[in-house]
């Protein structure tokens, strides 16, 4: 069975702070999908990034970074320099990749980050 | 549409009536996902569709629960007899094919609040 941990309930920090939000998964599948969302309070999930269970480069997006190591199952992300408008909830999100599958998704809990100005 | 449409935004039921929630997913988009988000269960997968057909109805929670879609476009998901852990928002989301890779467009979400 698929899962997604994500440790960390709820982070606040002040402007301009660096925050990392943790992300560990487990799966059977060899072949899979890795993913986080961002959850404003507008309340629609907005992609942010997809990464590749074969693809364990490392990505930066402006003031995004994810780090993705098999060996330890997990998919953190990095807000460097955060502002007030990345105050949201966080999900990191697993799907299988199984050709005929439904490729649904597998929720973490979610990470409720607050920046204060 | 340019996203995926929801309707209603807001919908507030009596226990023990039926409700319908309704997707209208990106024009063209092949893929349909319903998603349940609940304080208590986070976000929860509940149902696939690829064109009309649901292949993957293995997240319902129950019998009282049903969706369809016709023309391979707009969805509906029907709760019968509703009860109060029912009370969520209910995510829906299409994709152009079947791969993940392209991501999903979320829309809005319906809430529900079952009194």
């Known amino acids: 069975a698929q899962k997604v941990t994500q440790a960390q309930t709820e982070i606040s920090v002040v402007e301009k702070e660096d925050v990392t939000l943790d992300c560990v998964y487990e799966?059977?599948?060899?072949?899979?999908?890795l993913f986080w969302y961002k959850q404003p309070p507008s309340g629609e999930l907005v992609f942010l990034i997809r990464?590749?269970?074969?693809?364990?480069q490392n990505e930066i997006s402006g003031r995004y970074s994810w780090n993705f190591q098999k060996s330890t199952s997990s998919f953190n992300f990095t807000i460097t320099a955060s502002q007030v408008v990345d105050s949201a909830v966080y999900f990191c999100?697993?799907?299988?990749?199984?050709?005929?599958?439904?490729?649904?998704?597998?929720f973490g809990k979610g990470m409720k980050l607050t920046v204060n100005p | 549409g340019a996203g995926v449409s929801q309707s209603p935004s807001n919908k507030v039921t009596e226990k023990g009536k039926d409700v319908e929630l309704r997707c209208d997913p990106i024009?063209?988009?092949?893929?349909l996902y319903w998603y349940r988000q609940s304080l208590g269960q986070g976000l929860e997968f509940l149902i696939y569709?690829?064109?009309?057909?649901?292949?993957?109805k293995s997240g319902l929670p129950s019998d009282r629960f049903s969706a369809e879609r016709t023309g391979g476009s707009v969805s509906t998901l029907t709760i019968q007899r509703t009860q109060q852990e029912d009370s969520a928002v209910y995510l829906c989301?299409?994709?152009?094919?079947?791969?993940?890779?392209?991501?999903?467009?979320f829309g809005s979400g319906t809430r529900l609040t079952v009194v």
């Open positions: 569709f690829q064109g009309n057909s649901a292949p993957d």
């Open positions: 799966t059977r599948d060899t072949t899979y999908y």
């Open positions: 999100a697993l799907s299988e990749a199984r050709r005929g599958g439904s490729e649904k998704l597998v």
């Open positions: 989301a299409s994709s152009l094919v079947v791969r993940a890779g392209l991501g999903y467009t």
């Open positions: 024009s063209g988009h092949t893929a």
């Open positions: 990464r590749n269970s074969f693809d364990e």
